[in-house]
């Protein structure tokens, strides 16, 4: 039966981009006033019994504050949003972009990652289909009474096999290939190259980098990609056609000269780049590029599958990958 705390907030509630920070501020409350159930106490900060692998110690990671100071200030500032504008002053100063990562990743925890297995045997534990409810955050929305498990069904998947792979390239590696644990990094050396060598589509050509965007405002993967590692472009081009094209080597040389991130930063960018076109803003686009290819709505549920089953690769499946 599901089981409603008053005064919880949804994990989907956002402030200003930002997903769960609300429902973690609500938890502080509820448990400083003896309202919240014992059973969240465990889960509470940085839940050391867990590892730190709980939303409420990543989510003050990813702002860099520490929980006990948030804790103070949840219980003296007057609202959600003081207490979110003194983590941007007291911590990293956490930019857009790496909020809208950090909360595509945080809403769609659970569907098609390591944390999959545990999720599909929680959703049946709640009565619900595990191929509807697929996020923590589909979960906690049942468990605490604002949905039901009705109001979740499996969405459509028709993975092929298709057999027009339109765009063949060859040693233009998959998006998902990774070096170092991240993944993309070797695509985007390959097609530095392969667009050197007149080897690259000429509509692909003029989107690579940056493209005809500011850094700032450029959507590419690529963009992505460079602005996570703290890199400009041309020098990584100019290293590539210089004759350096071991993905393994250029890595090395992008931390030492942009930013290294740490192994949950890293983890939470390959999350949110591999997941792309899944339940966010760039659902259409996926939509659109399957419509052009003359491939069905539910071929793929992802760009990167797009991408892969465009260039002739198999469909990932639906588990951990």
């Known amino acids: 039966m599901p089981t409603p705390v008053p005064g919880l907030a949804s994990a989907n509630d956002s402030i200003d981009g930002l997903v769960y920070f609300p429902r973690m501020l609500s938890k502080i409350r509820l448990h400083a006033a003896g309202k919240l159930p014992e059973a969240y106490v465990p889960y509470l900060g940085d839940a050391p019994a867990y590892g730190g692998h709980v939303f409420d110690a990543r989510c003050c990671r990813l702002l860099g504050v520490s929980y006990d100071d948030l804790v103070q200030k949840t219980l003296s500032l007057p609202d959600d949003a003081a207490v979110l504008a003194w ?158 094209t071991d993905p393994a080597a250029l890595l090395a040389w992008a931390y030492a000269t942009g930013t290294k991130p740490t192994e949950e930063e890293i983890a939470v960018w390959n999350a949110f780049m591999r997941k792309r076109g899944w339940h966010d803003n760039l659902r259409d686009r996926l939509l659109f590029r399957l419509g052009e290819a003359g491939l069905p709505a539910d071929a793929v549920q992802t760009m990167f599958d797009y991408i892969d089953l465009d260039e002739g690769r198999p469909v990932r499946n639906l588990g951990a990958e």
């Open 87 to 244: 983590a941007r002053t007291a911590g990293k100063n956490t930019s857009a972009e790496k909020i809208e990562i950090w909360s595509a990743y945080a809403a769609k925890r659970g569907w098609r990652d390591d944390a999959s297995p545990s999720m599909r045997k929680w959703a049946a534990k709640l009565g619900a289909d595990p191929d509807a409810v697929m996020t923590w955050f589909d979960g906690m929305d049942i468990d605490e009474g604002r949905k039901t498990p009705a109001d979740f069904v499996p969405e459509p998947f028709n993975p092929g096999p298709f057999p027009n792979a339109p765009t063949r390239i060859p040693g233009l590696p998959s998006p998902y290939e990774e070096v170092g644990g991240l993944t993309y990094f070797p695509r985007m050396v390959a097609k530095i190259g392969l667009a050197a060598a007149g080897k690259l589509p000429e509509g692909w050509v003029g989107p690579l980098g940056w493209g005809d965007q500011e850094p700032a405002k450029a959507r590419t993967f690529d963009s992505f990609c460079l602005r996570f590692l703290g890199l400009d472009y041309e020098p990584l081009k100019a290293k590539v056609l210089g004759g350096e």
